[in-house]
T-cell receptor, first 110, second 111 residues
């Protein structure tokens, strides 16, 4: 069966510090991968998606970036975090129209 | 106008009640419809997946799609406190890369 991993589970970072969140998928090949952010009490905001290695589509302009160095690895990064980057970051993959989510990373920027 | 509209609630009902959660959408091209359940501080979990108009039942959960009205529903029978969560609807078009989500409805079942 397919499994999606995210780490870390929780992260507290100061404003201006860098960020790297990692997501890996097991049990499938060439998945479509997604990064979402969910602010407190808000809906899901799609940040990036990738249909293959090195292929990244950005949904919103911001100080975040994404990379896909391997088929089943998706990384979310920032060079300098802002207070507004706080939120719950979710990695997901999509097969035949069905989306499956990882456990998420709760990021607090202070 | 958002592509998918979902009443954010919050919705609070007594244990054992029948719960109805709803979403409306504007894009008639949507073909696949999903409901997710998200517990606090957890990732969303796929609960129901439907393709055609009509009803799909899974235990206490029934998903209903009315494409003519562009309206989908999730019914929960014999609701339990463990059903307390945020429920998100989502939909997509065959071959599309992205799902479109509703805002989510926060549901509380009171013992």
């Amino acid at each position: 069966s397919q499994t999606i991993h995210q780490w870390p589970a929780t992260l507290v970072q100061p404003v201006g510090s860098p960020l790297s969140l990692e997501c890996t998928v097991e049990g499938t090949s060439n998945p479509n991968l997604y990064w979402y952010r969910q602010a407190a009490g808000r809906g899901l905001q799609l940040l990036f998606y990738s249909v293959g290695i090195g292929q990244i589509s950005s949904e919103v302009p911001q100080n975040l970036s994404a990379s896909r160095p391997q088929d089943r690895q998706f990384i979310l990064s920032s060079k300098k975090l802002l207070l507004s980057d706080s939120g719950f970051y979710l990695c997901a993959w999509n097969i035949q129209g069905r989306g499956y989510f990882g456990p998420g990373t709760r990021l607090t920027v202070l | 106008q958002k592509e998918v509209e979902q009443d954010p609630g919050p919705l609070s009902v007594p244990e054992g009640a029948i719960v109805s959660l709803n979403c409306t959408y504007s894009n008639s091209a949507f073909q696949y419809f999903m409901w997710y359940r998200q517990y606090s501080r957890k990732g969303p979990e796929l609960l129901m997946y439907t393709y055609s108009s009509g009803n799909k039942e899974d235990g206490r959960f029934t998903a209903q799609v009315d494409k003519s009205s562009k309206y989908i529903s999730l019914f929960i029978r014999d609701s339990q406190p463990s059903d307390s969560a945020t429920y998100l609807c989502a939909m997509t078009i065959q071959g599309a890369q992205k799902l479109v989500f509703g805002q989510g409805t926060r549901l509380t079942i009171n013992p």
